[in-house]
């Protein structure tokens, strides 16, 4: 009998031809879209971070000035909230040496009644400080109702505490914010003149 081999191919696994597809057809001639590049996102990140760094520092700056100031800023609105109660004696008792050598308590209650804006001041804002040979300089605008006036304070510290040892409500004092000079010999003289608080 005779046998007939049957041959077969070799069993073979089907295979899956994958490619990837074109975001765009090749047929119609156009490239495919070339990738955004990153450049324009690197450089605001680099500006940014530069901004950053150089806004923290002001902050802190700005953030020391006012928190050094704030000890003198505090005594000057005392001083004027306590010349708008009446208390002259209180009031006075937060004037320098050198204030109290050119006026008296009464002095400084005739010169606080002869300002109705200073002797019926309901509120104060102080948004100028500065520092100049050991003076402190502190300047804002009062109110009192409708009325308003400018007011500066030149401070210095005796015995731990900040007293006044000037205070002025002439526009002219108003200090500019590109120099403040304060010297002692000046502004001895100008607290006699300025303020008027004769004994």
Do not use: C
């Not at 006026?103 to 606080?112: D, H, I, Q, R």
């Amino acid at each position: 009998m005779e046998t007939t081999e049957h041959t077969s191919a070799p069993m073979t696994e089907p295979t899956l031809e994958t490619s990837t597809p074109s975001p765009v057809s090749q047929e119609n001639g156009i490239s495919p879209a070339p990738k955004k590049k990153k450049l324009g996102k690197i450089i605001a990140i680099v500006i940014g971070a530069i901004v950053l760094l150089l806004a923290i520092p002001t902050a802190i700056f700005i953030y020391i000035l006012f928190s050094a100031t704030a000890e003198p800023a505090n005594a000057a609105e005392e001083f004027l909230t306590l010349t708008a109660a009446g208390d002259y004696e209180a009031a006075y008792g937060m004037t320098s040496a050198d204030f109290q050598s050119v006026a008296t308590v009464e002095g400084l209650e005739l010169f606080t009644e002869s300002y109705p804006v200073l002797d019926n001041m309901t509120s104060v804002e102080l948004t100028y400080r500065g520092m100049s040979n050991e003076v402190m300089v502190v300047s804002g605008v009062m109110s009192a109702g409708a009325d308003t006036s400018p007011i500066t304070f030149q401070l210095v510290e005796e015995d731990g505490e900040w007293k006044v040892r000037f205070f002025s409500l002439n526009p002219d004092d108003v200090p500019s914010e590109e120099d403040v000079s304060i010297t002692t010999e000046e502004t001895t003289d100008e607290t006699s003149q300025e303020t008027n608080v004769a004994e």
